[in-house]
């Protein structure tokens, strides 16, 4: 008898996912987890892009409480953008990492604290942090931000992923799966979001980010 509980064989072939993120979603930090996840099972060829939920909601009608997060979030974007264009692409999902840990599992609250840690540990110079409070590569994450919801429309939020270039928002999920069942839930969100015709799938939360 067929095992139907299994998850689907392994694609032969690699994959190319992109991933643009605002460090400071719980919600992002949750599915890049997941992504992690599914690359430790996965020939996958992962690169991770900014984005920006105070870019995204600029324009839009959003509460005063909302917007006051907004000079934190763009922080935490131009820093990532300054590390991308000054050291490569591969110090911006070490970088994330770093602050990702101190924003959502250790629930530092403190920019300062949390930018200064981050920088330390991807071994960036202490006074790299100035970056967070320049508007020098806002052009390029402007650009990287509009790349990414391009893909998608100004209706969503963040993650968005593209597999083999079939872009999508989300899944905002909670807690991050592991193992056979991250394997089950990403074969099954590409085959959703390949299909053309398919738009949206949604329910209304019913927990908030957990954390491992």
């Not at 299994?6 to 400071?24: E, G, L, N, Q, Y």
């Not at 790349?147 to 928002?169: L, M």
Request: proline share 6%; with cysteine.
């Amino acid at each position: 008898m067929t095992d139907t509980t299994a998850p689907a064989p392994a694609p032969a072939s690699h994959t190319v996912v992109d991933f643009w993120f605002d460090p400071s979603c719980p919600w992002a930090w949750m599915t890049s987890r997941w992504v992690d996840e599914v690359a430790r099972h996965r020939d996958l060829d992962v690169t991770f892009h900014v984005m920006s939920l105070a870019v995204l909601n600029e324009e839009n009608d959003v509460s005063d409480e909302y917007k006051a997060n907004f000079a934190r979030m763009l922080r935490y974007t131009r820093l990532v953008t300054a590390a991308g264009e000054l050291h490569g692409q591969q110090i911006v999902k070490p970088l994330y990492d770093a602050l990702g840990t101190r924003i959502h599992h250790e629930g530092e609250k403190d920019g300062d604290v949390v930018i200064a840690g981050a920088v330390a540990e991807v071994g960036l110079p202490a006074d790299f942090a100035r970056y967070a409070d320049t508007d020098e590569y806002d052009e390029q994450m402007r650009a990287s931000h509009f790349d990414g919801i391009g893909r998608v429309g100004q209706d969503v939020g963040t993650p968005v992923i593209a597999v083999d270039g079939v872009a999508f928002f989300g899944p905002v999920i909670s807690p991050a799966p592991k193992g056979e069942e991250a394997l089950r839930l990403w074969d099954g969100v590409v085959a959703v979001a390949s299909y053309p015709g398919f738009f949206e799938i949604k329910r209304t939360r019913t927990v908030g980010p957990i954390f491992d």
